[in-house]
């Protein structure tokens, strides 16, 4: 980007109070800002465009009647909208008003294979970028670009014209050494661009080893990225060495600052006697906490009594709120954080241990301070009354879900817990009270597979197996529930401003995907254009006996939008409730943090108004969320690439849980474990993707290949550098659809994918799958 130099601004020692700059509208807020107030970065574009051509930054200083001590400052507000896009220079040097020169702004997205896209900030297409226009941006940046055409496909294209953010400040990525030359290669394979790395800024690194590198030139047209290496991290297969890399990749914080240990350290290891004031005591209730086996953070205790044909329902959830205060660098650092991140064998807390695993988490036979959802709830399982306090409580025991089921199931278990045995009896019949509520709702229910992996002492993989969820997770998870949707009932009550958890409904293009698939199969959603989500609670219902229900399943649930944080209460579809938020983890989520301190906030009279406002807040916290899932998958997928390395040259059943434009992906039977099969390991023809009908089919054979179909299929490779596993398929009669198996080098495979071919036949079915346990949306 280029500098604005300082304009020159007219001779006069005082400005002017006649000069144009004091007919600014916006100059009351200004004298409030600053003790010198500059024009508005509004007045100036209304300047701008009302001259009607571009301005040499000391002539629109001229214009404005600046005074020559204003002109650094002058000059750095026009340097700041031009970094935020309002401005920008030509080759000349002047000042152009951004909106009058057809200009698009937007963030790229790079590809692994060199092109990228640029997602315009305006909401419209995305605009294709060649490699030779990637040359100048980094996945990620924010830049300025003008439409120049389509591409040969029909896709509208882009030329990028200025680069306003730079999105990439640290990079990782393994050091490689050729012809004395040093380059890092990315671990974020939508960068695509190698840092080279000048002499002397390699410090102890040697070739083959992963490093951490702070870029000192950017990329551009002219030049690669250089950089130099700040932190060598190790051997790429060191043990943990997957996290390390995820965490830098996708700029995860995970160091807590000295301000934050500093006051963590002074914390008190327990509630003090002061602490009580202005709460509750509900220590005499026997509380518990359920949780897994490896949980060490206790967000929630519950406890639940009859009451004639009612029943009154605790959920006392962790006072954070209480320790971490708006403004100060624990809550600082949570917001920056968003949430903890839970990695395989290693957790990134949202707070500090002291408070996470200590002062704050609920633990046993301790007291803690806490909010609770007191609320009384019909035989209906609605919801008749509740009442939001602080309160002092004290957990007569942490239990597992795997206990509280055996002890239900067989009560001789429970031995020296016997005594809390009718509470969890309580628990487990209002459960069934909550089941029939939520099925008259019409909330929808997917069944998937979850699984858990199992670790040697190398903190490798040993096996992958499915974790079995029993009505003790769905105990809790009701309880939760119900103190959510009391949350957000509140604060919409109070009118007090919150994020709700919202899950919009079908896009209209989706439902209409979505109703073409299921028209082929002679069924149909109902709901006309806005279905509700009963309407696919009762199509679920309906196609649960049939054995292409999977796939049926995976279609509707792909048709459904991302649940997200945000002001505005749109509701959440999948759980047919017309207000949600997050309640119950402020511990791990900063969102629960929020909702703690309006609803405090609600019950004093007051408003709380955090310092990024909620629109900001939301959309962060969202983010943050999306990156914790985009890390995890990262070190799972690569976990699971080390785990499969020793087992090339074996053949597997699995299901295709993918169909893509470039080939099938495929879910392995009982090890749990995805790959690829390319599209150039299909066989002897031209297969063509359907993305509606969710399959690729042979132009001559009229092959077939769709979503839920059982395959055949032996690993072909495995590759850590790209965390991707290869299949190829193997056809009825045992042979390999495409025999010239899968290349082993670069340039062999990319003279593979170059072709388009396919199998002649459909592959057998294998054994049935497995049955899948059920699971709740988009929470």
């Known amino acids: 980007m280029k500098t604005t130099t300082p304009p020159k601004a007219p001779s006069t020692k005082k400005p002017k109070k006649t000069a144009l700059r004091w007919q600014d509208p916006h100059l009351e807020r200004e004298r409030e800002r600053y003790e010198n107030p500059l024009p508005s970065r509004e007045f100036i574009m209304s300047v701008l465009q009302q001259h009607g051509t571009p301005l040499l930054g000391e002539e629109l200083a001229q214009l404005l009647g600046m005074a020559p001590e204003e002109a650094d400052l002058f000059a750095r507000r026009l340097r700041a909208m031009e970094r935020d896009g309002e401005l920008m220079q030509n080759r000349r040097g002047d000042l152009c008003v951004v909106d009058k020169l057809d200009l698009i702004k937007g963030h790229i997205i ?48 882009g030329k990028i014209v200025e680069v306003l953010e730079r999105a990439n400040t640290h990079i990782v990525g393994r050091l490689v050494i050729e012809h004395g030359i040093m380059l890092v290669a990315p671990e974020n394979k939508r960068i695509t661009q190698d840092i080279l790395i000048p002499a002397g800024n390699e410090g102890t690194a040697k070739a083959g080893e992963v490093v951490h590198v702070e870029l000192i030139e950017q990329t551009n047209k002219h030049s690669k990225p250089m950089g130099r290496i700040v932190e060598v991290l190790g051997s790429y297969t060191d043990p943990g060495m997957e996290i390390e890399i995820a965490l830098r990749k996708h700029s995860l914080p995970y160091i807590f600052p000295d301000t934050v240990e500093a006051i963590a350290k002074k914390l008190p290891k327990k509630v003090l006697k002061k602490d009580h004031a202005n709460r509750e005591d509900i220590r005499h209730l026997p509380l518990v906490t359920i949780d897994g086996e490896t949980a060490r953070d206790f967000d929630d205790a519950v406890y639940c009594e009859p009451q004639g044909k009612d029943f009154r329902l605790i959920v006392a959830i962790a006072d954070v709120s209480y320790y971490v205060q708006p403004g100060d660098p624990l809550d600082v650092e949570a917001y920056s954080r968003g949430n903890s991140v839970y990695f395989p064998r290693r957790v990134i807390p949202m707070l500090p241990e002291a408070l996470s695993n200590g002062l704050c988490s609920l633990n046993p036979e301790v007291e803690r301070l806490c909010m609770v959802c007191d609320m009384q709830i019909n035989a209906a399982g609605a919801v008749k009354s509740y009442r939001f306090y602080p309160a002092v409580m004290y957990s007569h025991a942490r239990l597992t879900y795997n206990q509280v089921w055996d002890w239900l199931q067989h009560p001789e278990n429970a031995e020296e817990k016997s005594h809390l045995l009718p509470q969890l009896n309580n628990l487990n019949t209002l459960f069934k009270v909550l089941l029939k509520a939520r099925e008259k709702r019409g909330a929808i229910d997917f069944e998937t597979t979850e699984t858990q992996m199992i670790f040697n002492d190398e903190k490798k993989i040993e096996r992958i197996i499915a974790v079995t969820r029993n009505d003790a997770h769905r105990i809790i998870e009701e309880c939760m529930l119900s103190a959510n949707v009391c949350a957000a009932a509140f604060l919409k009550k109070s009118k007090h401003p919150c994020l709700y958890r919202i899950h919009e409904g079908p896009t209209p293009e989706k439902l209409t995907a979505l109703r073409e698939f299921l028209s082929e199969f002679g069924m149909g959603l109902g709901g006309g254009e806005t279905p509700t989500a009963k309407d696919y609670a009762q199509l679920l219902k309906q196609i649960k006996p049939r054995p292409d229900a999977q796939l049926l399943q995976t279609v509707m649930l792909r048709s459904l939008q991302q649940a997200v944080y945000s002001p505005d209460n749109v509701g959440h579809f999948g759980l047919a409730y017309e207000a949600y938020a997050h309640f119950t983890s402020p511990i791990r989520r900063y969102p629960d943090l929020l909702i703690h301190r309006a609803i405090k906030a609600a019950l004093a009279g007051e408003k709380y108004v955090p310092k990024s406002n909620w629109v900001e807040s939301g959309g962060h916290c969202s983010m943050t969320e999306r990156r914790a899932d985009d890390a995890t998958r990262d070190v799972e997928a690569w976990l699971k690439c080390y785990y499969m390395q020793d087992r090339v040259g074996e053949e597997f059943v699995g299901t295709i849980a993918s169909v ?120």
Do not use: W
């Not at 990620?140 to 389509?150: F, K, Q, S, T």
């Not at 193997?730 to 388009?756: C, E, F, R, Y």
């Open 110 to 157: 790079g590809h692994p294979d060199g092109f990228g896209f640029m997602h315009p900030e305006d909401g419209s297409e995305d605009l294709f970028l060649s490699p030779r226009e990637m040359q100048k941006a980094m996945h990620g940046d924010r830049v300025m670009g003008r439409e120049i055409g389509a591409d040969r496909r029909g896709r509208r294209e």
């Open 660 to 779: 893509t434009g470039f080939g099938l992906f495929v879910a392995l039977d009982d090890i749990y474990v995805e790959g690829l099969v390319h599209i150039s390991e299909l066989g002897s023809d031209y297969f063509h993707f359907d993305k509606t009908r969710h399959q690729i089919v042979g132009e001559r054979t009229g092959v077939r290949y769709r979503l839920g179909d059982r395959v055949h299929v032996k690993i072909v490779r495995v590759s850590l550098d790209t965390t991707r596993i290869d299949f190829s398929l193997i056809t009825a009669d045992g042979q390999l659809a495409n025999p010239g198996v899968a290349p082993k080098t670069k340039s062999a495979k990319k003279a593979t994918q170059s072709k388009s071919t396919a199998v002649k036949s459909t592959p057998p079915a294998g054994a049935p799958a497995k049955k899948p346990r059920r699971r709740k949306v988009n929470k």
